[in-house]
């Protein structure tokens, strides 16, 4: 059977479509999360960059109050990372999920459990949280009560693997750096456990927001293993098709794939985000030689600067009282006009982030 075949730049253009970042969407934050399959969420501002970079007149409180509601929520998903999904997701997701958690604690915590029954530990801290939501500290400690000599705080974090644990708010809000206190999801969100995703309905889902991709596109964003059976099942449901290197690429038949010379704006994207996190093979947004400009040696994904649709340099953020200044650096020369486009959209994201202070823009270019 031959496959029709794709190019970087449509699969660039692809996948900005389908994050919202060709055009800014006119959804509602929650069905902006649902439609990314949620946002990675390890530090509190980044998901209310993603959704401003994303959608038409997003404000801070829209998602801060979608937490307060337990509408939204921060719980460990995708390669045991924390991420902002909506409640029906997080009942559906975590199931399906579990295994590759389970392992997860296998690798971090397998001294801390050594010997030790783990439904016996999940029981026991399901009932400490259900009582009463404990921060990672106060619960080592109760579970080092219960078991004398064992690290309590190595117990606590294979427990958050163990069993869904969300992130109460204010945790996880905008500007947030309260310890997050800790509740079993069902709990928190007064419901039981929802049937799973099967991996079937997860690959759907993923193409729908990250594809055309391969096989291990899929298992890099997720964590799970698999996926060959899953698309031998959804094969004749699927689109294939084959990349420049030769890859089979999968994807859903009516999904939207762009013309490659489609314009692309310019976009500021948050620091970790699901954009360039989510591929096994990311030059369709970012060269591998910038990779190392992007991805720091400490664990760091800075903000990027998108320029025809690729990552062209990183921005931060610098405040002083009453006074906020977007420091970007560019990785090549930029036209005129590309250099304005960046600017407007500095201005526009200074004025959602520090309201009120004065603002600029310094652009530079990054060191070698």
Same mark, same amino acid.
């Given at each position: 059977?031959?496959?029709?075949?794709?190019?970087?730049?449509?699969?660039?253009?692809?996948?900005?479509?389908?994050?919202?970042?060709?055009?800014?969407?006119?959804?509602?934050?929650?069905?902006?999360?649902?439609?990314?399959?949620?946002?990675?969420?390890?530090?509190?501002?980044?998901?209310?960059?993603?959704?401003?970079?994303?959608?038409?007149?997003?404000?801070?409180?829209?998602?801060?109050?979608?937490?307060?509601?337990?509408?939204?929520?921060?719980?460990?998903?995708?390669?045991?990372?924390?991420?902002?999904?909506?409640?029906?997701?997080?009942?559906?997701?975590? *199931? %399906?999920? +579990?295994?590759? $958690?389970?392992?997860?604690?296998? =690798? !971090?915590?397998?001294? @801390?459990?050594?010997?030790?029954? #783990?439904?016996?530990?999940?029981?026991?801290?399901?009932?400490?949280?259900?009582?009463?939501?404990?921060?990672?500290?106060?619960?080592?400690?109760?579970?080092?009560?219960?078991?004398?000599?064992?690290?309590?705080?190595?117990?606590?974090?294979?427990?958050?693997?163990?069993?869904?644990?969300?992130?109460?708010?204010?945790?996880?809000?905008?500007?947030?750096?309260?310890?997050?206190?800790?509740?079993?999801?069902?709990?928190?969100?007064?419901?039981?456990?929802?049937? *799973? %995703?099967? +991996?079937?309905? $997860?690959?759907?889902?993923?193409? =729908? !927001?990250?594809?055309? @991709?391969?096989?291990?596109?899929? #298992?890099?964003?997720?964590?799970?293993?698999?996926?060959?059976?899953?698309?031998?099942?959804?094969?004749?449901?699927?689109?294939?098709?084959?990349?420049?290197?030769?890859?089979?690429?999968?994807?859903?038949?009516?999904?939207?794939?762009?013309?490659?010379?489609?314009?692309?704006?310019?976009?500021?994207?948050?620091?970790?985000?699901?954009?360039?996190?989510?591929?096994?093979?990311?030059?369709?947004?970012?060269?591998?030689?910038?990779?190392?400009?992007?991805?720091?040696?400490?664990?760091?994904?800075?903000?990027?600067?998108?320029?025809? =649709?690729?990552?062209?340099?990183?921005?931060?953020?610098?405040?002083?009282?009453?006074?906020?200044?977007?420091?970007?650096?560019?990785?090549?020369?930029?036209?005129?006009?590309?250099?304005?486009?960046?600017?407007?959209?500095?201005?526009?994201?200074?004025?959602?982030?520090?309201?009120?202070?004065?603002?600029?823009?310094?652009?530079?270019?990054?060191?070698?």
């Amino acid at each position: 059977m031959t496959h029709d075949r794709i190019g970087l730049r449509a699969l660039n253009r692809a996948t900005l479509q389908r994050q919202m970042l060709l055009a800014r969407s006119t959804r509602t934050p929650a069905q902006a999360i649902e439609r990314l399959v949620g946002l990675q969420a390890q530090a509190p501002n980044p998901p209310y960059v993603g959704l401003w970079s994303r959608l038409d007149n997003f404000r801070i409180e829209q998602l801060s109050a979608l937490m307060r509601q337990r509408r939204i929520v921060r719980v460990a998903l995708m390669r045991s990372t924390l991420h902002l999904v909506t409640a029906r997701d997080c009942l559906a997701l975590r *199931p %399906l999920l +579990q295994p590759m $958690l389970w392992r997860s604690v296998n =690798g !971090a915590y397998r001294r @801390a459990i050594e010997g030790l029954d #783990a439904a016996a530990l999940v029981a026991a801290g399901r009932a400490l949280l259900a009582e009463q939501p404990h921060d990672n500290a106060e619960l080592g400690r109760a579970l080092a009560a219960r078991w004398p000599g064992r690290d309590g705080a190595a117990l606590a974090g294979a427990l958050r693997n163990l069993a869904p644990l969300v992130h109460l708010p204010p945790a996880g809000t905008w500007n947030s750096h309260a310890s997050a206190k800790l509740a079993p999801a069902d709990v928190w969100l007064g419901a039981p456990p929802a049937g *799973p %995703l099967t +991996q079937d309905e $997860l690959l759907l889902r993923y193409l =729908g !927001a990250f594809g055309p @991709a391969t096989l291990a596109d899929a #298992a890099a964003w997720s964590g799970l293993g698999g996926w060959k059976a899953v698309a031998e099942r959804l094969r004749r449901k699927l689109r294939v098709f084959v990349g420049d290197e030769g890859q089979e690429l999968f994807d859903l038949p009516r999904a939207p794939r762009p013309h490659p010379d489609t314009p692309a704006p310019p976009r500021l994207v948050a620091e970790w985000d699901n954009l360039l996190l989510s591929h096994a093979e990311r030059s369709r947004v970012l060269s591998e030689a910038h990779r190392p400009r992007v991805f720091t040696v400490n664990g760091i994904v800075r903000g990027t600067a998108l320029v025809d =649709g690729f990552v062209a340099g990183t921005w931060k953020i610098h405040r002083r009282p009453g006074h906020a200044t977007l420091a970007v650096e560019r990785f090549s020369r930029w036209s005129a006009a590309e250099r304005q486009g960046i600017e407007a959209e500095g201005l526009n994201l200074l004025a959602f982030a520090a309201p009120g202070d004065a603002a600029d823009v310094r652009i530079a270019e990054a060191a070698a």
